[in-house]
């Protein structure tokens, strides 16, 4: 099936809630703009390079998800642009991409990254420096006009085995919910967690019945990588 097929069926399947992030890391140009023609504005990329060089050859309504481990000193090469940041897993990484949004005179949206897969290899925060993280941005409020933490992201065990995946879904949207209700009503500015990202091609469906609001999806619209 072509890529507008692939889309279609696809979007035809997602709740109106829920928004489709068209994974194109290492797709041609021509790829994502065949997906362009069909309608899809939101695209996903895992590296800094890549992106740079795709939102400067494509059209700029494009809305350029990163969805890769940002590296703290590569911010500044998308802050110009992006717009929404997957994985941020430090304070370090947040007050580097409040600096580089400033120096851009923007507000960069951010989901914080959270560790739910059994799996050593994936980063991400645990449940403590979760709280610790939003406490301190809360904190020091003033210390991040530039940046918008608008939800978490979460990346389950690569298994077949969906029951285990269930229970990574469901634990990121029990954090997700129990934040919320915190940080709701304590009207804290630059914290407004309304997005849960979580799901990719072999789990979408799993993941938006678990409460996902956001899922990242490649090879079941480009097909496998080559």
């Known amino acids: 099936m072509s890529i507008q097929q692939n889309l279609n069926n696809i ?8 928004t489709l992030v068209a994974v194109s890391k290492t797709k041609p140009n021509a790829d994502i703009l065949e997906a362009y023609e069909a309608g ?3 695209f996903g990329e895992n590296y800094v390079q890549e992106l740079v060089e795709k939102h400067d050859q494509l059209p700029n309504d494009i ?3 990163f969805i890769g481990h940002l590296q703290s000193r590569k911010a500044k090469l998308i802050a110009p642009f992006v717009s929404l940041i997957h994985g941020v897993d430090s304070l370090k990484l947040l007050q580097e991409i409040n600096k580089q949004a400033a120096k851009n005179n923007r507000v960069i949206d951010c989901l914080l990254q959270v560790h739910i897969a059994d799996e050593e290899t994936k980063f991400g925060l645990d449940e403590q420096e979760l709280d610790e993280l939003l406490k301190q941005v809360q904190h020091d409020n003033s ?3 530039n940046i918008r933490i608008v939800g ?5 065990t ?4 969906q029951n285990q995946i269930k229970k990574e879904f469901d634990y990121l949207k029990s954090l997700f919910d ?7 009503s304590a009207q804290c500015d630059n914290i407004e967690l309304k997005t849960i990202s979580m799901g990719m091609s072999g789990d979408y469906q799993l993941a938006i019945s678990c409460g996902s609001t956001m899922v990242r999806i490649g090879s079941s619209i480009f097909g496998t990588r080559k």
């Open 158 to 161: 690569f298994t077949e085995d």
């Open 40 to 42: 899809q504005r939101v």
């Open 152 to 156: 978490l992201m979460g990346m389950a």
């Open 143 to 145: 210390q991040f006009n």
């Open 63 to 65: 809305e350029w998800h």
């Open 11 to 18: 979007k035809s399947s997602l709740p109106e809630h829920v």
């Open 178 to 184: 129990k934040f919320k209700r915190h940080f709701d």
